[in-house]
């Protein structure tokens, strides 16, 4: 349930990055995050769903990956590999 309520947060935020991009008042931070707990999050989530359909979650990453943000939330390029 946090982790849904904690989802749906990030979700309005989102939506409210947008406005103030739409507005020219986003103001920039970029930040280096690691993939990891992003990646175990999605895991956590997207697992127990895959189970409860009976299929597979696989996830082939490299643990010293890294996002690059561009702005305050997760607007986001790449510095590492995705397969």
Known sequence: MNRAGTHLLG????VLDLSKIEAGKLEL???TVQLAPLINEVIGTAG????QNKN???V????SMCLRRSCRRSRTASCG???
């Open 11 to 14: 979700l309005i935020n989102q």
């Open 60 to 63: 082939d990453a490299q643990a």
């Open 81 to 83: 590999h995705l397969r």
């Open 29 to 31: 931070n970029p930040q």
């Open 48 to 51: 127990q769903l895959a189970e």
């Open 56 to 58: 597979r979650l696989v």
